[in-house]
Nanobody, 123 residues
Framework: QVQLVESGGGSVQAGGSLRLSCAAS????????LAWFRQVVGKEREGVAA???????NYADSVKGRFTASQDKFKNILYLQMNSLKPEDTAMYYC?????????????????WGQGTQVTVSS
């Protein structure tokens, strides 16, 4: 059973940086897609970044050049490095996992989710 636990959220000023972590367990024998999503009140969950099972990455247009997803395979930790943060990046951020991802940035692709970590960016 895959378990995901996010951490690293907090409050930062616009232009600042933050690094989110997602500790993953229970998928040692399966190639998984790992992703970050975010959600604000009144809107659907948005795919932010994904690391596909083939090792490639996908990013939402809104975060390209600012966010970087990476993985420490030895420690089973997924990261999201967020730079040049903007107020519109404010959201609850979730990590997710799935055994495959034809659509890496679509929420329906993922069947395992973390509890979320709040990111607040002030202007």
């Amino acid at each position: 059973q895959v378990q995901l636990v996010e951490s690293g959220g907090g409050s930062v000023q616009a232009g600042g940086s933050l690094r989110l972590s997602c500790a993953a367990s229970g998928y040692e024998y399966i190639r998984y897609c790992l992703a970050w999503f975010r959600q604000v009140v009144g809107k659907e969950r948005e795919g932010v970044a994904a690391i596909r099972d083939d090792g490639g990455t996908n990013y939402a247009d809104s975060v390209k050049g600012r966010f970087t997803a990476s993985q420490d395979k030895f420690k089973n930790i997924l990261y999201l490095q967020m730079n040049s943060l903007k107020p519109e990046d404010t959201a609850m951020y979730y990590c997710a996992a799935a055994p495959g991802c034809l659509y890496p940035l679509r929420a329906f692709t993922y069947n395992y989710w973390g509890q979320g970590t709040q990111v607040t960016v002030s202007s």
